[in-house]
């Protein structure tokens, strides 16, 4: 942590840049988890920043989630998240992804409602210019952790009342005979934008997946257009090939 083996002039704030280091630290294992950080004064001698950038810093690892504050016995590195593995193979939903694992999942509402169709979404559903599309966009959480950010749309005939959707969108099409069987998928690697980022419990710029599903009933005609955007540090894609 010698201040001339990191600090730049050119590397942005010193919080910023001592933030990295730390975190490099974590990532690489120097710092397991568990460990504990020295206390601040002590951590501001030994990097020669001040206390303020000190604890800025520390303040920012604690936001997002690689260290935590112990009352009255200091500050610590935590365990890492458990990554989650996520077949390609099957035509699943979140809710049903995580209930095989005996986790629950919640969702904060982002929004839900009956709207003009954007451009793309009319293109990607078969929406005239006077139809309405239904969209519901969430954070979908699984132990209270933020997992992805995801926005839905369908057509107003498939989901005539969003608010229905509670829990599982794929319930309720269930229910109403409408369950997709077929899907195409497109997955891209992104940095997660500012506001995003918030809501996810990541850093801005942190990697993320972004997904874009296109669901399809069984008579061929499209159900669901929906992009989600899942942390990069939570999941793992699997999909078996075959010759
Ligand atoms: C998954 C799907 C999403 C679908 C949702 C329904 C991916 C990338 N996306 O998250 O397209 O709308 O499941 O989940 O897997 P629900 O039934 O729990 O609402």
Redesign the pocket.
């Known amino acids: 942590l010698r201040p001339d083996a990191w600090l730049s002039d050119n590397g942005g704030p010193r919080y910023a840049q001592l933030r990295r280091r730390l975190e490099e630290g974590i990532t690489s294992g120097i710092l397991p988890p568990n460990s504990s950080l020295p206390p601040e004064r002590e951590l501001a001698e030994i990097t020669d920043v001040s206390r303020v950038t000190v604890r800025k810093a520390i303040q920012e690892l604690v936001r997002d989630g690689l260290i935590e504050q112990r009352q009255g016995s200091g500050t610590f590195i935590r365990e890492p998240v458990a990554r989650l593995e ?1 077949s390609l193979s099957h035509l ?6 995580m209930a095989q694992r005996g986790m629950e ?1 919640t ?1 904060k509402w982002l929004e839900r409602g009956v709207f003009a169709p954007t451009e793309q979404e009319a293109q990607a559903l078969g929406l005239s210019e006077t139809d309405e599309v239904a969209r519901i966009y969430r954070l ?1 959480e699984t132990g209270g952790r933020p997992m ?1 950010l ?1 926005r ?1 749309s369908l057509p107003l005939d498939i989901l005539p009342n969003p608010l229905e ?1 509670k ?7 269930s229910q109403r005979g409408l369950r997709p069987v077929r ?1 195409v ?1 497109k997955i891209s690697a992104i940095n997660i934008e500012a506001r995003e980022a918030d809501l996810l419990s990541v850093v801005e710029g942190a990697a993320g997946l972004s ?1 874009e ?1 296109t ?1 399809y009933l069984d008579s061929g005609r499209v159900a ?1 257009l ?1 992009r ?1 955007l ?1 942390r990069g540090d939570a999941y793992d894609f699997v999909a078996e090939l075959r010759l």
Not at 92 to 97: G, I, L, N
Not at 167 to 173: G, N, P
Request: glycine fraction near 0%; charged fraction near 25%.
């Open positions: 996520q699943t939903s979140f809710t049903e992804d999942t969702s979908r992805a995801e839905a959707v829990t599982s969108l794929y319930e309720v099409l899907a998928q997904i599903r669901s669901e929906t989600s899942y």
